[in-house]
T-cell receptor, first 112, second 116 residues
Framework: LAKTTQPISMDSYEGQEVNITCSHN???????ITWYQQFPSQGPRFIIQ???TKVTNEVASLFIPADRKSSTLSLPRVSLSDTAVYYC?????????????FGSGTRLSIRP | EPEVTQTPSHQVTQMGQEVILRCVPI?????FYWYRQILGQKVEFLVS????????KSEIFDDQFSVERPDGSNFTLKIRSTKLEDSAMYFC??????????????FGPGTRLTVL
């Protein structure tokens, strides 16, 4: 499973756009990039998944450059409720059930 | 929107007792997982389950742990003789793994296990 590197923590303010970048230099051809969000004492929540270029849903956008060695999760106009840990994960393109290996994630703190 | 559910939300038990944590995965999902998260630490994989058998398990998943799908909807994690270090949040997850070949796992809200 490809290893990912992301900032340990980030701070921002309400109403700002927040971009969290993740490096995954050893991503395999069949790997997807997936982001999860976790609030304290809750289960990880799927946010967005992509393979290449740009993916957008009602919550976030995911930007993936052509070489796929990194990706950026973009949260538009954050609010206090976006304070959480965000995990970047690479994998999922297997033919059998695959475990998720969680890193430490990025602890995002939103201030008023 | 379908979701994974878990019961109970909080379980308190005495060391050495058996506990069973219950999960109802999303109905058309075929792959099931248990993870745990000790307070302040990373989420750790325990076991994956498909077609009524274990697909993969971690070092944590020793003989004290077992999983079962007793009927068409429930997926359970049993800890036979709990230890203090088993205190953690336990998360169930499920995935569909259809022909699109992505394995997006959806997690339940967790069961907080406290071993006294």
């Amino acid at each position: 499973l490809a290893k990912t590197t992301q900032p340990i923590s980030m701070d921002s303010y309400e109403g700002q756009e927040v971009n969290i970048t993740c490096s995954h230099n050893n991503i395999a051809t069949n790997d997807y990039i997936t982001w999860y969000q976790q609030f304290p004492s809750q289960g990880p929540r799927f946010i967005i998944q992509g393979y290449k270029t740009k993916v957008t849903n009602e919550v976030a956008s995911l930007f993936i450059p052509a070489d796929r060695k990194s990706s950026t999760l973009s949260l538009p106009r954050v609010s206090l409720s976006d304070t959480a840990v965000y995990y970047c994960l690479v994998g999922g393109g297997y033919s059998s059930a695959s475990k998720i290996i969680f890193g430490s994630g990025t602890r995002l703190s939103i201030r008023p | 929107e379908p979701e994974v559910t878990q019961t109970p939300s909080h379980q308190v038990t005495q060391m050495g007792q058996e506990v069973i944590l219950r999960c109802v995965p999303i109905s058309n999902h075929l792959y099931f997982y248990w993870y745990r998260q000790i307070l302040g630490q990373k989420v750790e994989f325990l076991v994956s389950f498909y077609n009524n058998e274990i697909s993969e398990k971690s070092e944590i998943f020793d003989d004290q742990f077992s999983v079962e799908r007793p009927d068409g909807s429930n997926f359970t994690l049993k800890i036979r003789s709990t230890k203090l270090e088993d205190s953690a949040m336990y998360f169930c997850a499920s995935s569909r793994r259809d022909s699109a070949s992505t394995d997006t796992q959806y997690f339940g809200p967790g069961t907080r296990l406290t071993v006294l």
